[in-house]
C-alpha cells in the first residue's frame, strides 16, 4: 500500500508541475460555467419539464468537455515513460505491474475529478440568488456526479490502454479519442434498433451514454449501468496491464 500511495502522489504531483493542470482547470471551467449559464438561460424561457442538474449534464457543453479531458489527462502516462525509456526502470523495479497501473490510473481519475468540483459551486450558490432548488431531489446530484465519475474512469482507463500502445503522445491521444468518440455514438444504434424489446436494444440502453446520464440525472438510479461500467473499466485495466507486460518482455 505503501508504494502505491508513493507512485500515485508521483503521478498527481506531475499534473501540477506542468502548465497542463492550469489549463484544463480553465478550459474546464469555461465549458462548465458557459454550460450552466446556457442551461439556467434556457429554462427561463418557460416549463421544460426538467431540471437545471438535467439540463447541465445533457449538454453539448458537458459532453464536450467530458470526452475531450480523458484523452488529454491519459496520452502522457504510459507513452511519455516509453519515449523516455523510464517504463523498463519502472516495471524492473521492485514494485508491482499492478500498482504501476493503478497508481497512473488512479492519479488521472483523482485529477479528472477535481477538475468538477468548483461545478459543485453552480449548483450550491443557484438556491441563495435564484430562491429554488436546481433539483428535486439529492439522488439527482449523486446519480449525475456519480455517473460523471463512472463514465470518466471508463474513458481514462481506455486513455490508459491506447497510451500503453506507444510511445508517442498525440498518437495515443489521437487513439484514445477515436476510442472514446466510438464508444460514445455506438450507442445512437439504441435508436435504431428494428425491435424495441429486443436483447440488443436493452443493452444499448444501458451502455448509451446520453441514455444513461439522462436517467441518473434524473434521480433514477439503474444498478446495472453502474455494473456494466465498472466492468469495461477492469476489462480494460486488464488490457493495458497485458500490453504494457508485452511491450517490455519483447523488448
Not at 121 to 145: D, K, T
Amino acid at each position: 500500500m505503501r508504494t502505491f500511495l508513493t507512485l500515485w502522489k508521483r503521478e498527481i504531483a506531475t499534473y501540477f508541475r506542468t502548465p497542463l493542470a492550469v489549463s484544463l482547470f480553465v478550459f474546464v471551467l469555461l465549458l462548465t460555467g458557459f454550460n450552466f449559464y446556457s442551461s439556467v438561460s434556457h429554462l427561463n424561457h418557460g416549463q421544460t419539464g426538467i431540471s437545471i442538474v438535467e439540463s447541465f449534464f445533457n449538454n453539448i457543453f458537458f459532453w464536450v468537455t467530458l470526452l475531450v479531458l480523458p484523452s488529454l489527462l491519459t496520452m502522457r502516462l504510459f507513452a511519455e515513460e516509453s519515449r523516455t525509456g523510464t517504463m523498463e526502470t519502472l516495471l524492473t523495479a521492485p514494485v508491482r505491474d499492478t500498482q504501476v497501473l493503478l497508481a497512473k490510473f488512479f492519479g488521472a481519475f483523482i485529477f479528472f475529478a477535481l477538475l468538477w468540483v468548483p461545478s459543485i459551486l453552480y449548483f450550491a450558490l443557484f438556491w441563495p440568488s435564484a430562491h429554488q432548488v436546481a433539483a428535486a431531489g439529492y439522488g439527482a446530484y449523486c446519480g449525475a456526479y456519480g455517473m460523471l465519475l463512472l463514465q470518466g474512469g471508463l474513458y481514462i482507463a481506455i486513455g490508459c490502454m491506447a497510451s500503453s500502445l506507444t510511445s508517442h503522445q498525440l498518437l495515443a491521444g489521437m487513439i484514445s479519442f477515436t476510442l472514446i468518440v466510438l464508444f460514445f455514438f455506438a450507442g445512437i444504434l439504441w435508436t435504431t434498433s428494428p425491435s424495441k424489446k429486443s436483447m440488443l436494444h436493452e443493452l444499448l440502453r444501458l451502455i448509451f451514454p446520453m441514455e444513461t446520464m439522462k436517467s441518473f440525472s434524473h434521480g433514477v438510479i439503474d444498478t446495472r449501468s453502474i455494473v456494466f461500467y465498472l466492468s469495461m473499466i477492469l476489462l480494460f485495466w486488464c488490457l493495458t496491464l497485458h500490453i504494457t507486460q508485452s511491450r517490455i518482455w519483447r523488448r
